[in-house]
């Protein structure tokens, strides 16, 4: 059986046991040492409320997470948003990833966000062929941006409008002050298309 749900600190650990190979053993990310459960509590509580931040169970055990934070710290970047995900493995290619991201484009677009971002270590196709599936367009590569197990790796940079530039933007709402019935709807939506997938 398997749920989709907020992410609470309390999900640290499991949250932190998917992604700490990806830090170990991939530049998919370009952290390079595992934070300990306590710095990775207090990165989640920085995010959680205000943008948001998703959790995928299997019988019980956190599998995979999705979440959002602002990209840009001035305030006119303020309806900008990057989105990063990881599942574990065994728990890849099976388009639960679409179905992650797409629960995150719709909340984010309720909290008035308008462009969506994603940064990935290149090469990547699967990651790549995801975000063009679901509507992402390649801006550029952030050429030799980062080191790590002994080469520099590009990044490439993509983006998905997901709300109107005709006007002025009302200010972002936080997750904690939008409907709980429209999170609880985007939910129960995408836990139902997990629910049709292998």
């Not at 934070?35 to 055990?61: H, K, N, Q, T, W």
Request: hydrophobic residues 50%.
């Amino acid at each position: 059986m398997r749920t989709v749900r907020l992410a609470t600190e309390a999900d640290a650990a499991g949250i932190l046991a998917v992604y700490a190979p990806y830090i170990r053993d991939t530049a998919v990310t370009f952290e390079t040492e595992t934070p300990s459960l306590d710095a990775f509590r207090c990165r989640m509580a920085s995010i959680i409320g205000d943008y948001p931040y998703l959790v995928v169970e299997e019988d019980g055990s956190i599998v995979g997470f999705a979440y959002a934070h602002r990209l840009g710290e001035r305030a006119a970047y303020a309806w900008n948003a990057e989105l990063s995900i990881y599942f574990a493995p065994g728990c890849t290619s099976r388009g639960w990833g679409s179905v992650l991201f797409w629960a995150l484009i719709d909340l984010l677009a309720l909290q008035g966000v308008r462009n969506a971002y994603s940064l990935i270590t290149v090469p990547n196709e699967a990651s790549l062929a995801l975000h063009e599936k679901l509507g992402f367009t390649l801006m550029g590569v952030q050429k030799e941006a980062g080191y790590k197990f002994g080469a520099w790796h590009d990044v490439a940079w993509l983006r998905m409008a997901i709300g109107d530039f005709s006007a002025a933007p009302e200010p972002r709402m936080p997750l904690s002050a939008m409907d709980p019935d429209q999170v609880a709807e985007v939910l129960a939506a995408a836990e139902a298309a997990l629910a049709r997938l292998n």
